[in-house]
C-alpha cells in the first residue's frame, strides 16, 4: 500500500484516513519553526499539535490549504491538497545516526 506524502521543509505530510480521537485544535497558525528561525505557517486548515520533541508532533486538516516558509521559493508558497494529514518532523540516517533534516 502506497502512502501519499508531501514535504515542506523539515515537515513531511502523511495523508491519513481520519483524524485519532480526542484532539484538540490549536489556535496558532504556525506549523513549525524552522531550523532557521524562520516560521512554517499555513492559510485555511485546522491545526492538531500533540506534546514537542516528538517525531509525530501533530495532526492536519486541510482545506483550501496553503503553506507559507521564507526560505521556499520566490514567494514561499505551496497548496497542499484537501485531506488529513499526520505531521511528522523529516529524519535522516547519516553516518553518526538518525538525525533531524536542517532546511
Excluded: C, W
Amino acid at each position: 500500500m502506497k502512502q501519499k506524502v508531501f514535504r515542506h521543509g523539515e515537515i513531511l505530510f502523511v495523508k491519513i484516513s481520519k483524524l485519532p480521537a480526542g484532539l484538540e485544535e490549536t489556535k496558532t497558525k504556525i506549523l513549525m519553526q524552522g531550523s532557521h528561525g524562520n516560521s512554517h505557517t499555513f492559510d485555511n486548515g485546522k491545526l492538531y499539535l500533540k506534546k514537542e520533541g516528538q517525531h509525530i508532533f501533530g495532526y492536519f486538516r486541510a482545506k483550501d490549504t496553503a503553506l507559507f516558509h521564507a526560505e521556499h521559493g520566490t514567494n514561499g508558497k505551496a497548496n497542499l491538497p484537501n485531506g488529513v494529514y499526520e505531521l511528522r518532523r523529516q529524519s535522516e540516517f547519516t553516518s553518526a545516526g538518525l538525525v533531524p533534516v536542517i532546511d
